[in-house]
């Protein structure tokens, strides 16, 4: 196949036979392709923790409480002043004062990696996590 390096990787044996063992109940049918998935995955989370300007698509997944003087207009101004990278909301009632948000998310890693920020940071706003793929 053009294009494809073969490489040798060491591991304990006991972290190779976890990998084999949830590989397979995932439905990986060989080791190369979960860490061909692995692999990207890992460069996807770099990028975005180094920031670059490396374009990536993901999400940004939050809970907050909806009952913190002024979130819920914090957050819709920066929903508005990051509507470039921001291409859908979704808003979820969980409990009377809790709400989930799911913001999806496609441009340069650099204005991601603000936008979260801007979220995480302030106040009422819990396990903010983010997913991200390179395009």
Same mark, same amino acid.
């Given at each position: 196949m053009p294009g494809v390096i073969r490489f040798g990787v060491s591991l304990p044996? $006991? &972290?190779?036979? /976890?990998f084999d063992e949830v590989i397979s109940k &995932?439905? +990986?049918?060989?080791?190369? #392709?979960?860490? =061909? $998935?692995a692999v990207k995955s890992f460069l996807a989370d770099l990028k975005?923790?180094?920031?670059?300007? /490396?374009?990536? &698509?993901?999400? =940004?997944?939050?809970l907050y409480d909806h009952g913190v #003087?002024? *979130? /819920? $207009? +914090?957050?819709? $101004?920066i /929903?508005?002043?990051f509507r470039s990278i921001?291409?859908?909301? *979704?808003?979820?009632h969980v409990t009377d004062r809790i709400c989930h948000k799911i913001i999806a998310v496609e441009g340069p890693a650099e204005e991601i990696? #603000? *936008?979260? *920020?801007?979220i995480a940071s302030k106040k009422g706003v819990e396990q903010l996590k983010v997913n991200v793929a390179t395009i």
């Amino acid at each position: 196949m053009p294009g494809v390096i073969r490489f040798g990787v060491s591991l304990p044996s $006991d &972290v190779a036979r /976890e990998f084999d063992e949830v590989i397979s109940k &995932v439905g +990986y049918k060989n080791r190369s #392709k979960a860490i =061909l $998935d692995a692999v990207k995955s890992f460069l996807a989370d770099l990028k975005w923790t180094m920031g670059g300007s /490396e374009r990536v &698509v993901g999400s =940004l997944s939050f809970l907050y409480d909806h009952g913190v #003087k002024g *979130l /819920e $207009d +914090y957050l819709t $101004d920066i /929903e508005h002043g990051f509507r470039s990278i921001i291409t859908a909301v *979704l808003h979820i009632h969980v409990t009377d004062r809790i709400c989930h948000k799911i913001i999806a998310v496609e441009g340069p890693a650099e204005e991601i990696k #603000k *936008l979260a *920020l801007k979220i995480a940071s302030k106040k009422g706003v819990e396990q903010l996590k983010v997913n991200v793929a390179t395009i």
